[in-house]
């Protein structure tokens, strides 16, 4: 059965702790993202990666992290540094080709608190 | 930066009613897709769109390119309570060398049953 999990679905942490979101697909595409999605907004990019061990910042990149050690694994690390850290947090990824974007697959998200 | 503007922000219909939502960009589109989250849930894909002028249909939904390529619609027809939800555009756009998917800030339909 093939798709994209993240854990936790819900995750409370206390001010100036960072946290690890996980991704997970295996679906066998090379492009993993990360987005954020405030409560009636659109989805902001925070990071993406094509290829493994390569990864680019989005838009909203501050007081956040990514490694891409494995195709199947792009997790996302929430730094203290992160002002505003409340969020949901998706987790996407798609195939790269040369003929133009493709599909996003996304994960179920994590709802991140902090408090 | 790069955006691409959806409106409207929220629409509420009567079950039966139809529903549109616009999404437009300055700039000429390689392509265009569209999703759809439902309440609480993830984004699906639903569409993508490349070619000037293209019509697609699904169901009782209704997605168009224009001739430009600078705008796009999706028309529901009848909605139906399971069309609830937040709809987004998204194309892609060239940023540091790369390209990524730019999405709209939605577009979410509450339906009266």
């Known amino acids: 059965d093939g798709g994209i999990t993240q854990s936790p679905k819900y995750l409370f942490r206390k001010e100036g702790q960072n946290v690890t979101l996980s991704c997970e697909q295996n679906l066998n595409h090379d492009a993993m993202y990360w987005y954020r999605q405030d409560p009636g907004q659109g989805l902001r990019l925070i990071y993406y990666?094509?290829?493994?061990?390569?990864?680019q910042k989005g838009d909203i990149a501050e007081g956040y992290s990514v490694s891409r050690e494995k195709k199947e694994s792009f997790p996302l690390t929430v730094t203290s540094a992160q002002k505003n850290p409340t969020a949901f947090y998706l987790c996407?990824?798609?195939?790269?080709?040369?003929?133009?974007?493709?599909?996003?697959?996304f994960g179920p998200g994590t709802r991140l608190t902090v408090t | 930066g790069q955006q691409v503007m959806q409106i409207p922000q929220y629409q509420h219909v009567q079950e039966g009613e139809d529903f549109t939502t616009y999404c437009n960009s300055s700039?000429?589109?390689?392509?265009i897709q569209w999703y759809k989250q439902r309440p609480g849930g993830h984004p699906v894909f639903l569409i993508q769109l490349v070619k000037s002028g293209e019509v697609k249909k699904q169901k009782r939904l209704t997605f168009q390119f224009g001739e430009a390529k600078k705008n796009s619609s999706l028309h529901i027809t009848a909605t139906q309570t399971t069309d609830v939800g937040t709809y987004f555009c998204a194309a892609p756009m060239s940023f540091q060398g790369a390209q990524k998917l730019v999405f709209g800030q939605g577009t979410r339909l509450t339906i009266n049953p």
């Open positions: 996407a990824s798609s195939i790269v080709g040369t003929s133009g974007t493709y599909e996003q697959y």
């Open positions: 700039t000429t589109l390689s392509n």
């Open positions: 990666s094509q290829i493994v061990n390569d990864f």
